[in-house]
């Protein structure tokens, strides 16, 4: 297969496809014909959700990618977690439809300047969430996701000294509610630190009855007007067993997909970000795969993922550490 300078140039397959073209039906055929599987985010497009074959959290895609017998994991999200599962999973072929399908968090914290970070604070336990390259894990002790962050921190000694990044707000909430001093790398994701308080307070005098429903990368004075703290699957299995008929979401609006359908009857409504008038919040990195570059990436292989041999060998320990943790509690 050629690879074309003006693809790599994109980032991703510039093809055009035909007018006509039934995307959905093309995809699943090309998953069939090439055992293929499609792990998709609660935060891609709805219809990327409705074609994957599993839509989930950052854990519960990373342990899907390590149990995977597929010869092809497409993975509709950032580039991180294809990293995550090129790292699980070294002789398939792991494709990301856009390799500009970045994240803040992973951007804020380079493994250059991470390690000196580290080295200013010797004798700490390195945990970093699993939104960070995979030359950053490379340097991390343990990988946590936002599904169990709270159990791998208490997992340590209360006296266990620990560094934690990147993102300072799930650090900060995770140290209110263990009692732990965690030092904090200074990172945050630019889409949840969009939500204000100011507005969580006038949608509430709209809809009092309403339950607010918060991901921990947001800002800790959002957090404290939460009745659920969570991940993206805790938020949406709090949804599902819970009595209220209308909820304020405050994280990225992709969710609502699976929540709406999951709960025809409840009313879902997304949180705007502060200072916009957009209804809702989006990450711009994973909005950038579209069904378009799914089809295509599927089509031509491309692009794939790579993750150097010495920093794979090394990421992986931490993240096999994640899930073999998780797997003994249960999560
Ligand atoms: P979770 O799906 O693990 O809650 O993660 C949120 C996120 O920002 C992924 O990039
Ligand atoms: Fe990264 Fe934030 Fe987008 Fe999640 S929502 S992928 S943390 S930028």
Known sequence: MIIKESWKKAGYVTEPIAAGTDLVAGIRKMCKEKNAVILAHYYTDSAIQDVADFVGDSLALAQKAAKTDADIIVMCGVHFMGETNKILCPDKKVIVPDLNADCSLAQSCPQKEFSEFIAAHPGHTVISYVNTTAATKSVTDVVVTSSNARQIVESFPKDEKIIFGPDKNLGNY???????????????????????????????????????????????????????????????????????????????????????????????????PEDSTCACNECNFMRLVTMEKLYNSLKYEWPVVEVPEDIRVKAIRPIDRMLEISERLGL
């Not at 929540?259 to 879902?268: D, L, R």
């Open 174 to 272: 995770i140290n209110s509610i263990t009692g732990r001093n965690m030092v904090l790398w200074d990172g945050a994701c630019h889409v949840h630190e969009k939500f204000s308080v100011e507005r969580i307070v006038a949608l509430k005098q709209q809809y009092p009855d309403a339950k607010v429903l918060v991901h921990p990368e947001c800002k800790g004075a959002v957090v404290k007007l939460a009745d659920k703290v969570g991940s993206t699957a805790a938020l949406l299995k709090f949804a599902i067993a819970d009595e209220a008929r209308v909820y304020l979401v405050a994280t990225e609006s992709g969710i609502l997909h699976e929540m709406q359908k999951s709960c025809p009857e409840k009313t879902f409504i997304p949180v705007p």
